[in-house]
């Protein structure tokens, strides 16, 4: 299984790959402005790297729960010259964009994201249209309702059931519209709209994501479904993290997408073994 990059490159999923999540939020990199966030932003990646992450995720909107929207402008500004900076100094190093806006997509590939990470699907205006333009691979993600509120009051009758649903349905929708089968990648959306039990629930049942036949990702790095279960503020994170992003290796995510890069690639590593061998 790969995808298919832009400039012909190719990222493997034969082995399990680590994306490194790089905010580009005003509470990430505190000067609000271009030129301390755009080194701190690249310190930061060349760190990732030598950990041992395989993608670098870049993201300018908050989702997290009770986040406002941002607005194109502003997250045009943050996200555009760092993936550009980044290319200019890493020409075949991965790049997501962490993005729902279409113009940001756009502008993104234009300086060398290879990967649209969608957090809502490709459902907003216009995104759609861009992800076929560009024949890049692109992950769909489930949530319910919208950050500002999906905490609030999440439902479902039977959540696995109903995420694989949407994801099936937004893969057919993408299908139709001309991206390739091969570049989709599945994302239940941990923390998305769904409450603790939720989370745990899927991920118990990754297998059946898996099971689709498309690429999985998965994103549990110190959200609070790690917090919640076990009382721990997000510095504190990190065992539960590692345990998360174990779980999924063995249950077949073939992406996992985290904050702490060296101690999470060694736990894949265990995962590996012990699921292939030593010498594989
Ligand atoms: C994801 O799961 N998540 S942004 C709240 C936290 C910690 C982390 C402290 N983008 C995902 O990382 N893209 C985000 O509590 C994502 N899958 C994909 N594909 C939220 C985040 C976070 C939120």
């Given at each position: 299984?790969?995808?298919?990059?832009?400039?012909?490159?190719r990222?493997?999923?034969?082995?399990?790959?680590?994306?490194?999540?790089?905010?580009?939020?005003?509470?990430?990199?505190?000067?609000?402005?271009?030129?301390?966030?755009q080194?701190a932003?690249?310190?930061?990646?060349?760190?990732?790297?030598?950990?041992?992450?395989?993608?670098?995720?870049?993201?300018?909107?908050?989702?997290?729960?009770?986040?406002?929207?941002?607005?194109?402008?502003?997250?045009?500004?943050?996200?555009?010259?760092?993936?550009?900076?980044?290319?200019?100094?890493?020409?075949d190093?991965?790049?997501?964009?962490?993005?729902?806006?279409?113009?940001?997509?756009?502008?993104?590939?234009?300086?060398?994201?290879?990967?649209?990470?969608?957090?809502?699907?490709?459902?907003?205006?216009?995104?759609?249209?861009v992800?076929?333009?560009?024949?890049?691979?692109?992950?769909?993600?489930?949530?319910?309702?919208?950050?500002?509120?999906?905490?609030?009051?999440?439902?479902?009758?039977?959540?696995?059931?109903?995420?694989?649903?949407f994801?099936q349905?937004?893969?057919?929708?993408?299908i139709?519209?001309?991206?390739?089968?091969?570049?989709?990648?599945?994302?239940?959306?941990?923390?998305?709209?769904?409450?603790?039990?939720?989370?745990?629930?899927?991920?118990?049942?990754?297998?059946?994501?898996?099971?689709t036949g498309?690429?999985?990702?998965?994103?549990?790095?110190?959200?609070?479904?790690?917090?919640q279960?076990?009382?721990?503020?997000?510095?504190?994170?990190?065992?539960?993290s590692?345990?998360?992003?174990?779980?999924?290796?063995?249950?077949?995510?073939?992406?996992?997408?985290?904050?702490?890069?060296?101690?999470t690639?060694?736990?894949?590593?265990?995962?590996?073994?012990?699921?292939?061998?030593?010498?594989?």
């Amino acid at each position: 299984m790969q995808l298919q990059l832009p400039r012909n490159r190719r990222l493997d999923l034969s082995r399990t790959k680590l994306m490194g999540i790089l905010n580009v939020t005003p509470d990430s990199f505190s000067d609000g402005g271009q030129f301390i966030g755009q080194a701190a932003a690249l310190r930061q990646v060349q760190q990732m790297l030598a950990n041992g992450a395989d993608i670098i995720d870049i993201g300018g909107e908050s989702t997290r729960p009770g986040a406002k929207d941002v607005n194109l402008d502003d997250e045009l500004a943050r996200v555009i010259p760092v993936i550009h900076s980044i290319r200019q100094l890493y020409p075949d190093l991965p790049i997501s964009v962490d993005t729902s806006k279409a113009r940001v997509m756009a502008e993104a590939i234009a300086v060398g994201a290879d990967i649209i990470n969608d957090v809502r699907a490709l459902q907003e205006p216009e995104a759609l249209e861009v992800a076929v333009a560009a024949k890049v691979p692109v992950c769909l993600m489930h949530m319910q309702g919208q950050p500002r509120s999906m905490q609030h009051q999440p439902s479902y009758q039977q959540v696995v059931q109903e995420v694989l649903a949407f994801l099936q349905q937004r893969a057919e929708v993408c299908i139709a519209a001309g991206i390739a089968r091969q570049q989709i990648i599945f994302d239940p959306g941990f923390g998305f709209g769904k409450s603790l039990a939720h989370n745990y629930e899927l991920l118990s049942a990754m297998s059946q994501f898996v099971e689709t036949g498309y690429p999985v990702l998965a994103g549990m790095s110190r959200k609070s479904m790690i917090g919640q279960l076990l009382n721990r503020d997000v510095a504190e994170r990190l065992a539960g993290s590692i345990a998360c992003a174990t779980i999924a290796v063995m249950k077949g995510a073939q992406i996992i997408r985290v904050h702490d890069i060296k101690e999470t690639a060694d736990a894949i590593k265990i995962a590996q073994a012990t699921k292939f061998g030593v010498n594989a």
